[in-house]
């Protein structure tokens, strides 16, 4: 039992600065992920780090070692400069993957921005972060126009991701890199050793502010850390299969590096030596040339990306397996058999921007070989266990956290409550927000908000988001199911499914769905509820009594059907893209 002046001691330890007595001891260093790109330049420096089709259309490759010193050269001309808190605004390039290492290595914070969202957004997050410089490419430079007219004092760096590093073509950026270098060699050439890779201050220290999406209120800063990137990268590291027996993995990036920092990417395809297979914008035939052509062996991406990616005309079985991870919404079976057939493996995760990206992993069991394939692949798209450096994830029932009591639903697959997290790669809360912080982690664990089931062999599975299960005479209805068996109709490529009032059951269903290529204007809503009614396996009382046929569903940056888009267009009537 600790004593009066051992528990006096504790406190002031919290209270007073470190003395040279109070250092970590020798067994104990401060984690930050930056150290990846040093490490990986420092083992294999002519290994081919990115490959990347610039904005001037030609095919740029970089070893560990240019890119190492392109990221070093950043940091220090940050560091000179006296910039500490970095916007990134940029779609998938080099630039941004140098960026993130540099920013760091100075001991600054990466605010990464959605270069999706309206200038009035990105000025918000900007001025709400606090950024001292911003990274821009050159193709949304116009974004900053409002944030511009308000804080001339901020820098602006713009990137023109080109295969030029000097001279007319190569741009403010490519400058910034080369003045960085000539710094640091005017100073003592002292390189890494005198950045912030292999050791930081404090592994719990911000590391970046990468914000939610905002659909129904002001994007929310979330607060990653040194420790908390680090785990999450090396956990991506084993959940993903980056680091390949033989060879060295070719990840191809689908996913936007701004979209809570890759999901930690960036640093766990460094921390393998991997190449990192930039692209701009995602583009279905380029992405097959890409994996027929490049050896790309892994992607991330949403199950709106894989979808529409297995439906393209250039789609074939590839010679080799190639690892999917897909997250951003809950996947059909249908679509996991799609992909399985095509020599796309997916590996399924579940995440959220406050838990770093991806925390929990649907694992695939020897035993499920042997069942049929329906139900094979239907366990495989459960969003499963906690990641190997997270906590066991949990689902308790709804509404619980202000009392500090938690009570786990039963392990039926049955009873749905709320996915809760606990661990290592929770973020620390939310930027310059304690009361939203402390509603995110009411009783002492993170809550996701989304509604689930707990199987009895101690896997997760996602029903919806609280305010998407439609309630109709009694009966809850999943959007998330009623969606996967909509899809199961040979000619329907997506669907969306949002709650409409009904004066008798309260509320039913209504879906809005996209065809197949060739099938524009040949199918009608009625046909989809008839093949619901007497073709499909959906539940009588799920069937859908208005279905509309569109052009293309509202999605978010990561390929989310925008459920808030949905239900605006259900309430004023038909939208301008109705088809049928």
């Not at 409002?146 to 950026?173: C, K, M, N, W, Y």
């Not at 992405?287 to 050896?295: P, S, V």
């Not at 996701?448 to 996602?462: F, K, R, T």
Request: hydrophobic share 40%; aromatic share 8%; net charge negative.
């Amino acid at each position: 039992m600790s004593t009066p002046s051992s528990r006096l001691r504790n406190v002031l330890g919290h209270l007073l600065p470190l003395s040279n007595a109070d250092a970590p001891p020798h067994h104990f260093s401060h984690l930050s992920p930056t150290f990846f790109l040093e490490r990986a330049a420092a083992i294999e420096p002519n290994a081919e780090a990115v490959y990347h089709v610039t904005a001037n259309g030609k095919v740029l490759r970089r070893s560990y070692m240019e890119l190492a010193d392109r990221a070093r050269g950043l940091a220090y001309y940050l560091r000179k400069k006296g910039l500490k808190r970095v916007g990134l605004l940029a779609p998938n390039t080099p630039a941004f993957l140098e960026s993130i290492y540099g920013i760091v290595a100075a001991g600054g914070v990466i605010v990464p921005a959605n270069i999706r969202l309206k200038p009035e957004d990105i000025s918000y997050i900007f001025d709400f972060a606090e950024v001292d410089a911003i990274i821009v490419d050159k193709e949304y430079e116009n974004l900053l126009d409002l944030f511009r007219a308000s804080h001339p004092q901020v820098e602006i760096i713009i990137d023109l991701d080109t295969d030029a590093t000097s001279g007319a073509l190569s741009g403010p950026f490519d400058d910034a890199v080369l003045e960085g270098l000539q710094h640091d060699r005017a100073t003592g050439n002292k390189g890494w050793s005198d950045l912030q890779s292999q050791t930081v201050p404090n592994e719990d220290d911000m590391l970046a502010i990468p914000f939610t999406s905002g659909t129904t209120s002001k994007p929310k800063g979330v607060i990653y850390t040194h420790r908390g990137a680090y785990l999450a990268a090396v956990a991506n590291v084993v959940e993903s299969g980056l680091n390949l027996p033989s060879g060295r993995c070719k990840y191809l990036w689908t996913l936007p590096m701004f979209h809570a920092v890759g999901w930690t990417f960036p640093w766990a395809v460094c921390a393998v030596r991997g190449t990192h297979v930039c692209l701009r914008k995602v583009d279905y035939p380029l992405i097959w040339r890409l994996l027929k052509e490049e050896g790309v062996t892994h992607f991330n991406a949403a199950p709106t990306v894989n979808t529409l990616l297995c439906s393209a005309k250039e789609a074939e079985v590839l010679p080799r397996p190639v690892r999917v991870t897909v997250a951003a919404s809950p996947p059909t079976a249908h679509l996991f058999e799609q992909m399985t057939n095509l020599n796309l493996f997916p590996v399924h995760v579940y995440g959220l921007t406050e838990t770093y990206g991806p925390i929990t992993r649907g694992y695939m069991l020897p035993e499920w070989e042997a069942l049929p394939a329906n139900e094979k692949f239907a366990k495989m798209a459960r969003q499963g266990h906690g990641f190997l450096t997270s906590l066991p994830v949990r689902v308790i029932k709804p509404e619980q956290g202000e009392a500090g009591i938690l009570i786990d639903v039963a392990k039926d697959g049955k009873e749905i409550g709320e996915i809760v997290f606990s661990g290592n790669i929770c973020s620390k809360g939310y930027y310059k927000d304690p009361e939203a912080t402390k509603k995110l982690f009411a009783g002492g664990v993170l809550h996701s908000g989304d509604l689930a089931v707990w199987h009895p062999d101690g896997s997760i599975q996602i029903q919806d988001r609280a305010k998407d299960i439609i309630i109709s005479g009694g009966e809850n209805i999943s959007s998330v199911a009623l969606e996967s068996m909509l899809v199961e109709h040979p000619d329907v490529l997506e669907a969306g499914v949002v709650a409409v009032p009904d004066s008798h059951w309260g509320e039913r269903p209504k879906a809005y769905l996209t065809v197949k290529e060739g099938r524009e204007g040949a199918l009608k809503g009625e046909e989809v509820i008839d093949w619901a009614k007497h073709q499909s396996s959906i539940s009588k009382f799920m069937v859908p009594r208005e279905v509309e046929i569109v052009r293309e569903l509202p999605k978010t940056s990561t390929g989310k059907i925008k459920k808030n888009v949905l239900r605006e267009w259900a309430k004023k009537g038909t939208p301008g893209d109705v088809v049928a």
